[in-house]
């Protein structure tokens, strides 16, 4: 099988692209077995060389190796799960069903990564298309950096003062009868005429 072709290890995007490929991964892997610190670092290793054999050069195809790795690992989990409930044949078999239908999923995606990769190595054995690729994706990336910052800083900007509502009743209004100067409500009952009583 032909190997896709290795990124420029030069490219500072990578510095930022690569780094949140590793700790989504991280995030989205199956849990080691056993649960101590020498099988995460043992299971972080495995992905990161398996990372590294697919040779994502952006962030599309960073994107594509995570989800391919993580693919396969969850593949593996289910036919672990599998194992252990080996006693159990309904669930034993689900859990089969569902590990070959990772399996599958994590073939497509690969064959979807090298088909995009063949595509970019095409493109930058031109040097008219390569250099129109890359200035293209400068200019994108600083607009969506400038939208980003914009994003940022109006979420950062303090809510406006709430507006009087004019429909309010003012301070006159609250001295109506019925209502208290100091704001607490009382009862005013009706006047009731007196009658003269004849002896």
């Not at 190997?3 to 490929?21: E, F, S, V």
């Not at 690729?133 to 400038?146: E, K």
Request: one cysteine or more.
């Amino acid at each position: 099988m032909e190997h896709p072709p290795l990124p420029d290890p030069a490219d500072p995007r990578l510095l930022a692209i690569y780094p949140h490929a590793i700790k989504t991964l991280r995030q989205i892997l199956p849990r080691p077995i056993p649960d101590t610190p020498e099988a995460w670092a043992h299971r972080d290793r495995i992905a990161l060389a398996a990372f590294s054999a697919l040779a994502p050069a952006n962030h599309a195809e960073a994107s594509m190796a995570v989800l391919q790795i993580a693919t396969v690992a969850q593949a593996g989990e289910c036919l672990r799960l599998a194992a252990e409930h080996a006693a159990e044949p309904k669930i034993a078999a689900r859990l089969h069903r569902q590990a070959e239908m990772m399996e599958r999923e994590a073939h497509r995606s690969l064959k979807f990564l090298r088909t995009v990769q063949k595509a970019r190595a095409k493109r930058e054995a031109d040097p008219v298309t390569r250099d129109a690729d890359n200035a293209l994706q400068q200019r994108l990336l600083a607009t969506m950096t400038a939208a980003l910052e914009h994003v940022q800083s109006e979420a950062l900007r303090p809510a406006p003062a709430p507006e009087p509502d004019r429909h309010a009743p003012s301070r006159t209004s609250d001295r109506a009868e019925g209502a208290d100067p100091r704001g607490e409500n009382i009862i005013v009952w009706p006047k009731v005429p007196t009658t003269k009583t004849v002896h």
